[in-house]
């Protein structure tokens, strides 16, 4: 297990990483404007969720492999692009559908949830930022270092669920006020659309 400084020094960078702007953040926000708190909670726990399959393949090294071939690489950057391009072209094509109405049922959180957990997996920078990053807070002579990543792992998932949990509910309270004006709901659902298309962009730019 790793000892009580690792775990407190790994706690204060992995926090200032989720806070730093990224898309899973973003994301939270943008789905927590449109959609209201409950929903960009709901999107948030699935990003949370999908660092499980990176914490995973990490720790299992299939990371390493991807990095190793850079076609199978590429091929998942595009499938994690294609997503979040789907997921833009819905947003504007909405007509101001984001935007909770009166009386209208949220969508379901399964569904949330599973949209941003596809979101997260489909990256594979995230699997490999947790190849590199886990291992620099593991030491052999503390006993399994698969244990000890996988501990890191559900260090980092817990304060990214907290996190993303404060901003959905800080976006969503912005989220009520601007919905008070029928008017904004298709910008609220513009606003969705280019900024998952703009993620797609740099997903594939290699930025991100």
Same mark, same amino acid.
């Given at each position: 297990?790793?000892?009580? =400084?690792? /775990?407190?020094?790994?706690?204060?960078?992995?926090?200032?990483?989720?806070?730093?702007?990224?898309? =899973?953040? *973003?994301?939270?926000?943008? #789905?927590?404007?449109?959609?209201? $708190?409950? @929903?960009?909670?709901?999107?948030?726990?699935?990003?949370? !969720?999908?660092?499980?399959?990176?914490?995973?393949?990490? +720790?299992?090294?299939?990371?390493?492999?991807?990095?190793? !071939?850079?076609?199978?690489?590429?091929?998942?950057?595009?499938?994690?692009?294609?997503?979040? /391009?789907?997921?833009?072209?819905? @947003? *504007?094509?909405?007509?101001? &559908?984001? +935007?909770?109405?009166?009386? +209208?049922?949220?969508?379901?959180?399964?569904?949330?949830?599973?949209?941003?957990?596809?979101?997260?997996?489909?990256?594979?920078?995230?699997?490999?930022?947790?190849?590199?990053?886990?291992? #620099?807070?593991?030491?052999?002579?503390?006993? !399994?270092?698969? *244990? #000890?990543?996988?501990?890191?792992?559900?260090?980092?998932?817990?304060? &990214?669920?907290?996190?993303?949990?404060?901003? $959905?509910?800080?976006?969503?309270?912005?989220?009520?006020?601007?919905?008070?004006?029928?008017?904004?709901?298709?910008?609220?659902?513009?606003?969705?659309?280019? /900024?998952?298309?703009?993620?797609? @962009?740099?997903?594939? !730019?290699?930025?991100?």
């Amino acid at each position: 297990m790793p000892s009580l =400084d690792t /775990l407190l020094a790994f706690l204060g960078i992995s926090v200032l990483i989720t806070l730093a702007p990224g898309p =899973d953040n *973003l994301m939270v926000i943008g #789905q927590s404007l449109a959609r209201g $708190a409950r @929903a960009g909670l709901a999107f948030g726990l699935g990003c949370a !969720s999908g660092c499980l399959t990176h914490i995973a393949w990490a +720790t299992l090294g299939i990371a390493a492999l991807v990095r190793a !071939s850079p076609g199978l690489f590429f091929a998942f950057k595009l499938a994690g692009a294609a997503w979040l /391009l789907w997921l833009g072209i819905q @947003a *504007l094509r909405s007509g101001g &559908t984001l +935007t909770p109405a009166a009386g +209208t049922p949220p969508r379901p959180w399964p569904r949330e949830i599973a949209r941003g957990f596809v979101a997260n997996a489909l990256n594979p920078k995230v699997g490999l930022f947790f190849l590199a990053f886990l291992p #620099q807070f593991t030491d052999p002579a503390r006993g !399994s270092l698969t *244990l #000890q990543m996988l501990v890191l792992g559900l260090v980092f998932i817990a304060q &990214t669920v907290v996190i993303f949990s404060t901003m $959905a509910f800080a976006a969503g309270s912005i989220g009520r006020l601007l919905a008070r004006n029928p008017r904004l709901g298709p910008w609220l659902d513009r606003l969705c659309g280019v /900024l998952f298309i703009g993620l797609a @962009a740099r997903l594939v !730019s290699g930025e991100i």
